[in-house]
């Protein structure tokens, strides 16, 4: 158990619906990474936010959001689904934010699939 | 941005042999190296990583070479196991600059080891 805790776990949509994604990151951990895992795109990194301010962002599209909330738990907003969506969402999160030792810890994923 | 290429994509192997996967990075200004072994349905977990103050590090069975000058580095498994059998991720990232230690990485290898 890495100490990342992500929900849902497994969801099922239609084409055009919104989804959120919810992750909660290890204690003490003041940075959070979201990061999309296609079968064919490796892991992609989508955003990242630290202490609740975004820090760096990646190929998100438009139609996806995140927060970072005070208590630390962030949430992925995905918008008018497409079926290019369905994925495997990855949360991770780490101590400093890119101070040492660097690891990430990752979270079980959110297997999303779009019908 | 950081770009990381790795190879093989995938690699086939008898059990007690070794296996090597390797990757090239782009930025110059990376300097730390991880490598995230998944297993079939399972998170990314950090199994070896390695400074760009270093040359080389060993655990067990598992070694990382690291190559500044030709920004490349190399994981090493030797005396493999069918239980090493996963897909292994290579990453860049710079620890203390602005990225706040985003990962950036490959495309991944499927290692399979013959029993």
């Known amino acids: 158990d890495s100490g990342v805790t992500q929900t849902p776990k497994h969801l099922i949509t239609a084409t055009g619906q919104r989804v959120t994604l919810r992750c909660s990151p290890r204690s003490g951990d003041l940075s959070v990474y979201w990061y999309q895992q296609s079968l064919d795109q490796g892991l992609q990194f989508l955003i990242q936010y630290y202490n609740g301010e975004e820090r760096a962002k990646g190929n998100i599209l438009e139609r996806f959001s995140a927060q970072q909330f005070p208590d630390l738990h962030s949430e992925l907003n995905l918008s008018s689904l497409e079926l290019g969506d369905s994925a495997l969402y990855f949360c991770?999160?780490?101590?400093?934010?890119?101070?040492?030792?660097?690891?990430?810890?990752f979270g079980e994923g959110s297997r999303l699939t779009v019908l | 941005g950081e770009n990381v290429e790795q190879h093989p994509s995938t690699l086939s192997v008898q059990e007690g042999d070794s296996a090597v996967i390797k990757c090239t990075y782009s930025?110059?200004?990376?300097?730390?190296f991880p490598w995230y072994k998944q297993e079939l349905g399972k998170r990314p977990q950090l199994i070896i990583d390695?400074?760009?103050?270093?040359g080389e590090k060993k655990d067990q069975r598992i070694a990382v070479t690291l190559n500044k000058t030709a920004k490349h580095f190399s994981l090493h498994i030797t005396e493999t196991q069918p239980e090493d059998s996963a897909v292994y991720f290579c990453?860049?990232?710079?620890?203390?600059?602005?990225?706040?230690?985003?990962?950036?990485f490959g495309q991944g290898t499927i290692l399979t080891v013959h029993p």
């Open positions: 991770a999160s780490s101590v400093g934010g890119g101070r040492a030792p660097g690891e990430l810890f």
């Open positions: 990453a860049a990232s710079i620890l203390g600059g602005t990225s706040y230690g985003k990962l950036t």
């Open positions: 390695i400074r760009s103050n270093v």
């Open positions: 930025d110059s200004a990376s300097n730390y």
